[in-house]
């Protein structure tokens, strides 16, 4: 079976602290995708992450790939109410196409 | 806007009515993909079509569901005879090839009253 497994599936911060959102995955893929959904909206792509070893950062947020050992992570850096939400973590699978196998995804709330 | 877009964005219906859902997928985009989203939880493959083909259905995806891609552009997605348990999120996603980056539209959210 499948699996992708993100942890924690929730997170509270407080605005300004640091934390690693982490993602195994079962698959022998060397790509791994990051995506953002705010509240009743759709997917926004954050990261694409192609190979062993990339690593991927847009602003407060850093992405990594560890192929070898399944992982990938997303690290926040002096998190920002903004960045509230929730943040998937996908492999492709190649039975399907290639469609993304998404895992359960990690709900992230930045406090005051 | 040169994005994928889904049509309705929000359907309420009656158990045992029929619903078609519309995904237009970004114009050079020759994959499109349909996923399911409860609360809660991440999206499901449903199914995907290169070009005008239907490749890959999930099991997911019960006889009650179908898909069309007539003519590799515009997809639709139809439900026959709702059930409560079909409310959910549908999201359209398109992609050029494989292993490039898929491109979510903004989903059309069931709800099976």
């Known amino acids: 079976?499948?699996?992708?497994?993100?942890?924690?599936?929730f997170l509270s911060m407080q605005e300004g602290k640091n934390y690693t959102i982490y993602c195994n995955y079962s698959t022998t893929s060397d790509r791994l995708y990051w995506y953002r959904q705010d509240p009743?909206?759709?997917?926004?792509?954050?990261f694409v992450l192609l190979s062993n070893g990339a690593v991927k950062q847009e602003g407060?947020?850093?992405?990594?790939?560890?192929?070898?050992?399944?992982?990938?992570?997303?690290?926040?850096?002096?998190?920002?109410?903004?960045l509230s939400a929730t943040y998937f973590c996908a492999d492709p699978n190649s039975n399907s196409g290639y469609a993304l196998n998404f895992g359960k995804g990690t709900s992230l709330l930045v406090t005051p | 806007d040169t994005g994928v877009s889904q049509d309705p964005r929000h359907k309420i219906t009656k158990r045992g009515q029929?619903?078609?859902?519309?995904?237009?997928p970004i114009s050079e985009h020759n994959r499109l993909y349909w996923y399911r989203q409860t609360l809660g939880q991440?999206?499901?493959?449903?199914?995907?079509?290169?070009?005008?083909a239907q490749l890959e259905k999930s099991r997911l995806l019960s006889d009650r569901?179908?898909?069309?891609?007539?003519?590799?552009?515009?997809s639709t997605l139809e439900i026959q005879?709702?059930?409560?348990?079909?409310?959910?999120?549908?999201l359209c996603a398109s992609s050029f090839g494989a292993w490039t980056e898929a491109f979510f539209g903004q989903g059309t959210r069931l709800t099976v009253v």
């Not at chain 1, 079976?1 to 599936?9: A, S, Y």
């Not at chain 2, 029929?18 to 237009?24: Q, Y």
Request: glycine share 6%.
């Open chain 2, 65 to 74: 569901f179908s898909a069309e891609r007539p003519k590799g552009s515009f």
């Open chain 1, 60 to 82: 407060r947020l850093m992405a990594s790939l560890d192929t070898k050992a399944r992982l990938s992570t997303l690290h926040i850096t002096a998190a920002v109410h903004d």
């Open chain 2, 18 to 24: 029929n619903v078609t859902f519309r995904c237009d």
């Open chain 2, 42 to 52: 991440g999206p499901e493959f449903l199914t995907y079509f290169q070009n005008e």
């Open chain 2, 81 to 90: 005879r709702t059930e409560q348990g079909d409310s959910a999120m549908y």
């Open chain 1, 40 to 46: 009743g909206k759709s997917l926004e792509s954050l």
């Open chain 1, 1 to 9: 079976e499948l699996k992708v497994e993100q942890n924690p599936l």
